[in-house]
């Protein structure tokens, strides 16, 4: 059973920064989704097990960066916008394959709250 386990989170003004962790229990490809109330899950950024370049969503590209150190990995969230605000949730998959959709993940967080006021 893969364990994931989240940090960071919390509540942050407008333009400010937050910093999120996940850590696996081993090598996996990594990522975050979100979702906001009333919203559908959304993917926000992702990296293989092999490394290389990470992928974004177009709406946090510049402003939100992925990176991982063996198995954990880290988002560093910056500008953030009320828009933003949700429950951010690690993902993790032993494929290499950068998946942008729900399905493409066996492995979830219990997710973390992210809230920017503005």
């Known amino acids: 059973q893969v364990q994931l386990v989240e940090s960071g989170g919390g509540l942050v003004q407008a333009g400010g920064s937050l910093t999120l962790s996940c850590q696996a229990s081993g090598r996996y490809t990594m990522g975050w989704f979100r979702q906001a109330p009333g919203k559908e899950r959304e993917f926000v950024a992702a990296?293989?097990?092999?490394?290389?370049r990470p992928y974004y969503a177009d709406f946090v590209k510049g402003r939100f960066t992925i990176s991982r150190v063996s198995a954990k990995n880290t988002m560093q969230m910056n500008s953030l916008k009320p828009e933003d605000t949700a429950v951010y949730y690690c993902?993790?998959?032993?494929?290499?394959?950068?998946?942008?959709?729900?399905?493409?993940?066996?492995?979830w967080g219990q997710g973390t709250q992210v809230t920017v006021s503005s």
């Open positions: 990296i293989s097990w092999r490394g290389g």
């Open positions: 993902v993790a998959d032993s494929r290499e394959e950068i998946a942008t959709t729900p399905k493409g993940y066996d492995y």
